[in-house]
């Protein structure tokens, strides 16, 4: 079983590099973060107060989140049965998961749906505590970062080039606040924070692409596996 976890602050690009070196191994790539962003979303959607932990658990109980894939290996989220996949993206959600993630009873029981989907299959994860917390005994482990005004730029421009979500509008200092507001959240929260697994190789790619991230973990799985790519 390949279990290849990615952690690191929001910006660094673990998204787009998970995904790319799932689909050179031909793996399946679990998006972390969008089991967050839908729970995040259906709760702003029924009027919870993201920020009452006891209220976020009551909704919780009552919360049924899947995540599907299709023949493509591209991952939808489903809240009660509901495909929320293409409204979790909008950038007040990334805020509103990174406030509902604090809540402990929100990590152990999103991180139980991680753990059982794992289970089943070789996986690339991406997140905050793939590493650390979700998947501690994974036999790859990275963690990625870069400058966070690095961060934020990539960040901004990918809201930018998305249509139809208002992402033109978002002002660059707003982004970098946010980033920064997040970092410090993410770091700083008591029960499974954001950091480095003493285990894990760190990787800043400030100065690197995508591309050549994902080509070098990919080399990395490749070497000490013999598993071979699929592209």
């Given at each position: 079983?390949?279990?290849?976890?990615?952690?690191?602050?929001?910006?660094?690009?673990?998204?787009?590099?998970?995904?790319?070196?799932?689909?050179?191994?031909?793996?399946?790539?679990?998006?972390?973060?969008?089991?967050?962003?839908?729970?995040?979303?259906?709760?702003?959607?029924?009027?919870?107060?993201?920020?009452?932990?006891?209220?976020?658990?009551?909704?919780?109980?009552?919360a049924d989140i899947a995540v599907g894939y299709t023949d493509g290996g591209v991952q939808n989220v489903f809240?009660?049965?509901?495909?929320?996949?293409?409204?979790?993206?909008?950038?007040?959600?990334?805020?509103?998961?990174?406030?509902?993630?604090?809540?402990?009873?929100?990590?152990?029981?999103?991180s139980e749906i991680q753990r059982e989907i794992a289970k089943r299959r070789d996986v690339v994860l991406d997140?905050?505590?793939?590493?650390?917390?979700?998947?501690?005994?994974?036999?790859?482990?990275?963690?990625?970062?870069?400058?966070?005004?690095?961060?934020?730029?990539?960040?901004?421009?990918?809201?930018?080039?998305?249509?139809?979500?208002?992402?033109?509008?978002?002002?660059?200092?707003?982004?970098?606040?946010?980033?920064?507001?997040?970092?410090?959240?993410?770091?700083?929260?008591?029960?499974?924070?954001?950091?480095?697994?003493?285990?894990?190789?760190?990787?800043?790619?400030?100065?690197?692409?995508?591309?050549?991230?994902?080509?070098?973990?990919?080399?990395?799985?490749?070497?000490?596996?013999?598993?071979?790519?699929?592209?």
């Amino acid at each position: 079983m390949i279990h290849i976890t990615i952690d690191g602050p929001s910006g660094a690009g673990k998204s787009t590099v998970a995904k790319a070196a799932a689909k050179k191994l031909g793996i399946i790539y679990l998006d972390t973060g969008a089991i967050y962003r839908a729970f995040a979303y259906a709760a702003l959607q029924n009027g919870v107060d993201i920020n009452d932990e006891a209220e976020t658990a009551t909704f919780l109980a009552s919360a049924d989140i899947a995540v599907g894939y299709t023949d493509g290996g591209v991952q939808n989220v489903f809240f009660n049965g509901a495909d929320v996949t293409e409204f979790i993206r909008e950038h007040n959600i990334s805020k509103a998961a990174s406030d509902i993630s604090r809540h402990i009873p929100v990590r152990i029981r999103l991180s139980e749906i991680q753990r059982e989907i794992a289970k089943r299959r070789d996986v690339v994860l991406d997140g905050r505590d793939a590493g650390t917390f979700v998947l501690p005994d994974a036999n790859f482990k990275f963690y990625l970062t870069a400058d966070v005004e690095e961060r934020a730029r990539r960040r901004y421009a990918e809201i930018k080039k998305k249509n139809g979500t208002g992402g033109a509008n978002v002002d660059y200092e707003k982004v970098l606040s946010d980033i920064k507001i997040r970092d410090f959240n993410d770091s700083n929260r008591s029960f499974a924070p954001l950091k480095k697994a003493e285990d894990a190789e760190l990787i800043d790619s400030t100065r690197m692409n995508a591309e050549e991230v994902a080509e070098y973990i990919v080399k990395t799985v490749e070497k000490k596996t013999g598993h071979g790519r699929r592209e």
